[in-house]
């Protein structure tokens, strides 16, 4: 069983930047995948970005790529996701979530993911 709780979450205005973390209890990360999904209000939950379990691979949604970086300190058990030049159409609750290792990993599917975070809200006014 993995515990995860996010932190970082706020108010910004539009260009500026936010630093996500998640930090994780219970089993350390080093053998889990972990992303990053957000849910906008009457929207879907989708997802924003993705790094293997040995930190070599990351994915990227279109709408974030070049803007947020995923990454991840396995000594912590902690995850990241470093957003800049933040845009009110990024304004979301965002969920960290674990996915355990079981062959080939569809990272933009939420079914992937077996533990959730509560979720820590961003708000970008313009």
């Known amino acids: 069983q993995v515990q995860l709780e996010e932190a970082g979450g706020g108010l910004v205005q539009a260009g500026g930047s936010l630093r996500l973390s998640c930090a994780a209890s219970?089993?350390?990360?080093?053998?889990?995948?972990m992303g990053w999904f957000r849910q906008a209000p009457g929207k879907e939950r989708d997802f924003v970005a993705g790094?293997?379990?040995?930190?070599?691979?990351?994915y990227y949604s279109d709408s974030v790529k070049g803007r947020f970086t995923i990454s991840r300190d396995t000594a912590k058990s902690t995850v990241y996701l470093q957003m800049n030049s933040l845009k009110p159409e990024d304004t979301a609750v965002y969920y960290c979530?674990?996915?355990?290792?079981?062959?080939?990993?569809?990272?933009?599917?939420?079914?992937?993911?077996?533990?959730w975070g509560q979720g820590t809200q961003v708000t970008v006014s313009s």
């Open positions: 219970g089993r350390t990360i080093s053998s889990y995948n």
């Open positions: 979530t674990a996915a355990r290792l079981k062959g080939v990993w569809n990272y933009q599917s939420r079914n992937q993911y077996d533990y």
């Open positions: 790094i293997s379990w040995g930190g070599g691979n990351k």
